[in-house]
T-cell receptor, first 110, second 117 residues
Framework: EDQVTQSPEALRLQEGESSSLNCSYT??????LFWYRQDPGKGPEFLFT???AGEEKEKERLKATLTKKESFLHITAPKPEDSATYLCAVRGGSQGNLIFGKGTKLSVKP | NAGVTQTPKFRILKIGQSMTLQCTQD?????MYWYRQDPGMGLKLIYY???????DKGEVPNGYNVSRSTTEDFPLRLELAAPSQTSVYFC????????????????FGPGTRLTVL
């Protein structure tokens, strides 16, 4: 069964304290791994797509990496405005629809 | 462009009532989706559409119906609302690649928070 597991469920950081969020997945025929950001009361906002092991993408303080079993979202020197829930999803399986993890809620304190 | 818009933002229904959640996009996207998000859970796909007149079931379609008469609109119908349908509903859209498959960037609306009592 296709599955996405994100850890930790919640992460509290001080401003400037770098860390990583994990997304492990089990899917038949991975056709992309996606990171979204979701602010309270809003819809998810697209961040990155990764397609193959070893691929990396960056955007401001965020960098996403991919291996054959998991992806990491590295946050360097976070700011309070980076506080949000970060969602990981994979596309695979017979229908090729997105399968989402439960998300990691990130709080960055000044 | 307004992007993906959803109405209403909030709604309370009584058990057994029916309602339609509206979704409109102005980006001329072929692909549209309905998801539900329960507290502490991942987004689950309810229905999707690859173009006007074409819809298909996702992971959790029971208790819902959809239609797609235009490119812009993709309403979700709840018949005989049940407490298990209490959730936040998101509509999303994406555009096809040159080969007719969806691109990987899905654009989400702001959501409709539905409570069934």
């Amino acid at each position: 069964e296709d599955q996405v597991t994100q850890s930790p469920e919640a992460l509290r950081l001080q401003e400037g304290e770098s860390s990583s969020l994990n997304c492990s997945y089990t899917v038949s025929g991975l056709r992309g791994l996606f990171w979204y950001r979701q602010d309270p009361g809003k819809g998810p906002e697209f961040l990155f797509t990764l397609y193959s092991a070893g691929e990396e993408k960056e955007k401001e303080r965020l960098k996403a990496t991919l291996t054959k079993k998991e992806s990491f979202l590295h946050i360097t020197a976070p700011k309070p405005e980076d506080s949000a829930t970060y969602l990981c999803a994979v596309r695979g399986g017979s229908q090729g629809n997105l399968i989402f993890g439960k998300g990691t809620k990130l709080s960055v304190k000044p | 462009n307004a992007g993906v818009t959803q109405t209403p933002k909030f709604r309370i229904l009584k058990i057994g009532q029916s309602m339609t959640l509206q979704c409109t996009q102005d980006m001329n996207h072929n692909y549209m989706y309905w998801y539900r998000q329960d507290p502490g859970m991942g987004l689950k796909l309810i229905y999707y559409s690859v173009g006007a007149g074409i819809t298909d079931k996702g992971e959790v379609p029971n208790g819902y119906n959809v239609s797609r008469s235009t490119t812009e609109d993709f309403p979700l119908r709840l018949e005989l609302a049940a407490p298990s349908q209490t959730s936040v509903y998101f509509c999303a859209s994406s555009y096809p690649t040159d080969r007719g498959v969806p691109t990987d960037t899905q654009y989400f609306g702001p959501g409709t928070r539905l409570t069934v009592l």
